[in-house]
T-cell receptor, first 114, second 111 residues
Framework: DGGITQSPKYLFRKEGQNVTLSCEQN?????MYWYRQDPGQGLRLIYY???????QKGDIAEGYSVSREKKESFPLTVTSAQKNPTAFYLC?????????????FGSGTRLTVV | SQKIEQNSEALNIQEGKTATLTCNYT??????LQWYRQDPGRGPVFLLL?????KEKRKERLKVTFDTTLKQSLFHITASQPADSATYLC??????????FGPGTRLSVLP
């Protein structure tokens, strides 16, 4: 089955620690995205990538970093510079130039600072 | 400033009735608008896309309208069922590169 896999499902971070969220897709999609979701707010775009080895900042990129070394993978690192990282993180993918099918989302990672 | 609003945070309706959810936007000129369904603790699932030159789109019990003059989209679920209970998100395209999402409306269909 084609899909997009996020891991882990739950993640706990200590103050001052960097953590990396995994996102893998086998849909052969060129574009991948990271969103953050907080209660009562819409999804906010952190980073997106439309091609391997290239990515763009979204609206709330500060305190986050990404890499796109392979088409299938788009990991997100939440750095210690992110002051309020507790949230639900969603990864998505789509074909470039073909939006009629919408985005395919993973099942999310819930990050909590302890 | 740019803003997307969805009519209410929560909407309760009786089973069998038509649910109508609203998505209003300001200072955007989207060429496309999407609707997604999100269940608790899960990622959103794509439902429908409507283009700016389409007035209406249907899929089974779902109907979406798009009025670029009013800057509004309406999302209807006819003959609603308790299984339709979820949060529904609208999303607008930004220059065809990515989408910006509204805050969502939590729909509860009561038996």
């Amino acid at each position: 089955d084609g899909g997009i896999t996020q891991s882990p499902k739950y993640l706990f971070r200590k103050e001052g620690q960097n953590v990396t969220l995994s996102c893998e897709q086998n849909l052969n999609h060129d574009a991948m995205y990271w969103y953050r979701q907080d209660p009562g707010q819409g999804l906010r775009l952190i980073y997106y990538s439309q091609i391997v080895n290239d990515f763009q900042k979204g609206d709330i990129a500060e305190g986050y970093s990404v890499s796109r070394e392979k088409k299938e993978s788009f990991p997100l690192t939440v750095t210690s510079a992110q002051k309020n990282p507790t949230a639900f993180y969603l990864c998505a993918s789509s074909p470039v130039g073909q939006i009629s099918g919408g985005y395919t989302f993973g099942s999310g990672t819930r990050l909590t600072v302890v | 400033s740019q803003k997307i609003e969805q009519n209410s945070e929560a909407l309760n309706i009786q089973e069998g009735k038509t649910a109508t959810l609203t998505c209003n936007y300001t200072n955007y000129s989207p060429a496309y608008l999407q609707w997604y369904r999100q269940d608790p603790g899960r990622g959103p699932v794509f439902l429908l896309l409507i283009r700016e030159n389409e007035k209406e789109k249907r899929k089974e019990r779902l109907k979406v309208t798009f009025d670029t003059t009013l800057k509004q989209s309406l999302f209807h679920i006819t003959a609603s069922q308790p299984a339709d209970s979820a949060t529904y998100l609208c999303a607008l395209d930004i220059y065809g590169q990515n989408f910006v999402f509204g805050p969502g409306t939590r729909l509860s269909v009561l038996p």
